[in-house]
């Protein structure tokens, strides 16, 4: 017993010296620690004091535009300036950037007065209205961009209807049944020489393949300097549709035949197979099939079989197959009002 006590008393002394080593080494940490963030500050302090280059991005806006003017061609919407300056006040401009007012140009300032026309803006304009923001410090290093220009319209304009420009493909068993635009015209805003000859409104060129339903895409104009559509967008659908084989019974008729002259075939009715749009398929009846020889054809033919073509079909079918495709015929004859009949038969 007097062991036990004694080995756990070991045990506590051992234990309390560990956590003593800890606290005093812990103490060391901490004033290490703050030690070492003091320096720091300091080292960022006296960096921060030293010059440096920073992209700062503005927003640019053209404001005073007169009712019924069209800008055609905007000003970039911001540019990226390069300045120099102190640490400490490029801090600060990055912690406000957020607050930095957009430069405002005013359009009366650029107008000629011309009905269509280009406007230059000065990068030394654009430079000014930012500097009125900035420390007297700060240096303007460069632009991006560097040019500035927008091109207006007061009102010379065309409705013209859209085309789209591209090319349309489905899976296999599918087929493009339609394109259709939204809007179909536009008005387009543009100087009159190129007024003049505009005829339509062509869309940027795309390409979508695959399709295997129908689809709405959005459509933009290709960009020219001086012309604005309006609007500027579309929505182009493709219509898809998928085909579905139907079968009908058509009855072979003779055209063209003389009084008294009458065809007849064997069999009378053949079967018709082919391939039509799932949306069109209730629309197909068997009298929209025109299955026909003529008279002229079979006395020239020599044939002893008659070879089926189809003289009419309806529109959107395809893929057409007739069962049986030969038949034999038999011309057969009324001879005044009596009963008597020549006939002239291929059957063996």
Same mark, same amino acid.
């Given at each position: 017993m007097q062991l036990h006590n004694r080995i756990r008393s070991g045990r506590n002394r051992a234990t309390?010296?560990?956590?003593?080593?800890?606290?005093?080494?812990?103490?060391?940490?901490?004033?290490?620690?703050?030690?070492?963030?003091?320096?720091?500050?300091?080292?960022?302090?006296?960096?921060?004091?030293?010059?440096?280059?920073?992209?700062?991005r503005v927003p640019l806006e053209l404001v005073g535009i007169p009712k019924g003017t069209i800008i055609t061609a905007p000003l970039p919407k911001e540019v990226v300036i390069t300045v120099q300056d102190r640490g400490t006040n490029l801090f600060n401009y990055q912690r406000r950037s957020k607050g930095i007012?957009?430069?405002?140009?005013?359009?009366?300032?650029?107008?000629?007065?011309?009905?269509?026309?280009?406007a230059t803006v000065s990068a030394t304009d654009v430079q000014r209205a930012f500097q009125q923001q900035m420390s007297s410090s700060t240096q303007v290093v460069r632009?991006?961009?560097?040019?500035?220009?927008?091109?207006?319209?007061?009102?010379?304009?065309?409705?013209?209807?859209?085309?789209?420009?591209?090319? /349309?493909?489905?899976?296999?068993? @599918?087929?493009?049944?339609? &394109? %259709? +635009?939204?809007?179909?015209?536009?008005? =387009?805003?543009?100087?009159?020489?190129?007024?003049?000859?505009?005829?339509?409104?062509?869309?940027?060129?795309?390409?979508?393949?695959?399709?295997?339903k129908t689809t709405t895409f959005n459509l933009h104009f290709p960009k020219i300097s001086g012309v604005k559509a309006v609007p500027d967008m579309i929505q182009m659908t493709a219509h898809v549709d998928y085909y579905t084989e139907q079968t009908?019974? /058509?009855?072979?008729?003779?055209? @063209?035949?003389?009084?008294? &002259? %009458? +065809?007849?075939?064997?069999?009378?009715? =053949?079967?018709?197979?082919?391939?039509?749009?799932?949306?069109?398929?209730?629309?197909?009846?068997?009298?929209?099939?025109?299955?026909?020889?003529?008279?002229?054809?079979?006395?020239?033919?020599?044939?002893?079989?008659?070879?089926l073509q189809l003289r009419s079909v309806p529109e959107g079918v395809s893929n057409i197959r007739i069962y049986p495709q030969e038949v034999d015929f038999l011309l057969e004859q009324t001879v005044g009002e009596t009963d008597q009949t020549t006939e002239e038969t291929t059957n063996d």
């Open positions: 309390l010296s560990f956590t003593s080593l800890l606290r005093e080494k812990g103490r060391d940490i901490i004033v290490f620690a703050f030690f070492l963030a003091i320096s720091g500050g300091f080292w960022v302090l006296q960096k921060l004091d030293d010059t440096f280059e920073a992209d700062i007012q957009p430069i405002r140009l005013d359009f009366s300032v650029y107008d000629n007065g011309s009905v269509a026309g280009k632009l991006t961009p560097s040019k500035f220009e927008f091109h207006y319209n007061r009102g010379m304009s065309r409705r013209v209807p859209v085309k789209f420009v591209g090319k /349309v493909t489905t899976v296999r068993q @599918n087929y493009l049944q339609q &394109i %259709t +635009l939204s809007p179909d015209s536009v008005t =387009v805003y543009a100087p009159k020489p190129m007024l003049d000859t505009l005829r339509y409104a062509y869309t940027e060129s795309q390409d979508f393949t695959d399709l295997s009908v019974q /058509v009855p072979v008729i003779g055209l @063209n035949f003389p009084a008294g &002259i %009458t +065809l007849k075939t064997f069999p009378a009715i =053949v079967t018709v197979k082919y391939r039509v749009g799932a949306s069109n398929a209730r629309f197909m009846r068997p009298e929209n099939f025109v299955l026909a020889a003529t008279y002229e054809e079979l006395l020239a033919g020599g044939n002893k079989k008659l070879r």
